[in-house]
């Protein structure tokens, strides 16, 4: 590996390093939450639908918060939101571990998940500023999404495992701790000074992106991935319940994802020249088809695990893509506001992808909604193809 991949705690490399382990901490506490959350409503008797009501809420404050989030960053820099997203974030969990029963449990996913869209925007937004080569900021990309991979490992396994060994209430204490890690981390972080109010392009509404056809495209391809994440995100405790799997298993089939979407995207910043963004995107989508198409049809954990596994190495190579793509085709005065859009749409797809997948799921069975979102996001690869570059 070389010196200009390598993250460190020295110069723009230790940013990296620091935002990198931040992200992966304070995201683990939202995976972790999002799938001890269900499985304690799935315990308490509660159904489908309101299972997914309930993961939808994760997504919710996401979407309402972007924007704000987004602007707010601009302000006051990196510490502050940070600050604010870590407190925020403990005071969900600790709220779910001391009255773990569903409303409160609703409440817990309301602000656990706006603590996390808060973090990743501040992050992204952060990180854009440190580095500002081409090259270096796909590396970059690339490194911040190895955490968000990682953390989708760490969460759920570290969940299953307390869940299964201590119960409910010592599993979200465990996810307390986490983003008090993330705050560590970002010690001896460099804050650059915020943006000046009223710079260029501060007075045009955020949305006014989606008439930039490029943007627009990669903004619906976003929605595609980000939905079959959803959908796998959401039926796999559904499933593991249904087959009565310990919470354990469960979590590591979630954590087969994730530790192969990590496995990918460390690849990336050794390969980031040769890489082209169309044909990963292109290539993932139509894997992703086909993975959906098979993975209602395997009953062993291990083969269900293998599933995850393929699924992550597919969805996890696009997020590196999509956010070097995003940074060439945003006007560079309005990187903020494009990423806090496309946090909406991937946040919107979290919110009504839970709620569909279980009205649809009582309705169709889990199957029926894989098979669904596999036609989807299998038809919706040739949007891909219009990021080739042209001849």
């Known amino acids: 590996m070389s010196e200009s991949t390598r993250p460190s705690f020295q110069g723009p490399g230790g940013e990296l390093a620091r935002l990198m382990l931040a992200q992966l901490f304070l995201n683990a506490c939202f995976t972790g939450a999002r799938m001890a959350a269900p ?13 997914g009501f309930l993961i939808a809420l994760f997504a ?4 309402f918060l972007a924007l704000p989030a987004g602007r707010y960053c601009e302000r006051h820099g990196l510490k502050r939101p940070m600050a604010a997203a870590v407190v925020v974030a403990v005071a969900g969990v600790g709220l779910a571990a001391a009255w773990p029963v569903f409303p409160v449990l609703c409440v817990g996913a309301f602000l656990t998940g706006g603590a996390g869209g808060v973090a990743v925007i501040a992050m992204q937004r952060h990180m854009a500023r440190v580095v500002s080569e081409p090259a270096a900021l796909r590396q970059a990309f690339s490194w911040l999404a190895i955490g968000l991979a990682l953390s989708n490992f760490l969460g759920p396994v570290l969940a299953g495992v307390v869940i299964d060994s201590a119960g409910f209430r010592a599993a979200f204490l ?6 008090l890690v993330s705050w560590l981390s970002l010690r001896g972080a460099a804050d650059p000074m915020p943006a000046a109010p009223g710079g260029p392009g501060r007075g045009a509404g955020a949305w006014d992106l989606w008439r930039e056809p490029g943007l627009r495209r990669l903004l619906i391809v976003t929605g595609m991935l980000s939905a079959c994440w959803d959908v796998h995100t959401f039926l796999v405790p559904v499933l593991g319940h249904e087959r009565a799997l310990p919470a354990s298993v469960i979590g590591s089939i979630l954590g087969a994802f994730g530790i192969a979407a990590a ?3 460390l690849l990336t910043p050794l390969v980031a020249a040769q890489l082209r963004e169309w044909a990963i995107l292109f290539g993932a989508m139509l894997v992703t ?11 062993a954990p291990l083969a269900m695990g293998v599933c995850s596994a393929l699924l992550g190495f597919s969805l996890g190579s696009t997020q590196p893509m999509v956010m070097s793509l995003l940074h060439q ?3 560079e005065n309005r990187y903020g506001e494009a990423v806090a859009v496309r946090v909406i749409v991937i946040n919107m797809s979290s919110v009504g992808i839970p709620m569909v997948s279980g009205l649809a799921g009582s309705l169709v069975g889990a199957a029926g ?3 669904a979102a596999g036609v989807m996001v299998g038809a919706g690869a040739r949007l891909a193809l219009g990021f080739r570059p042209k001849a």
């Open 369 to 371: 909604v894989f098979w």
């Open 289 to 299: 088809a086909v993975l959906f198409g098979v993975y209602p049809l395997v009953q």
């Open 60 to 63: 919710l404050a996401q979407v």
């Open 329 to 331: 085709l945003s006007p």
């Open 263 to 265: 496995a990918v995207r």
């Open 174 to 179: 465990a996810m307390a701790v986490l983003p």
């Open 39 to 51: 499985l304690q409503a799935l315990r308490l008797g509660h159904g489908e639908a309101a299972v």
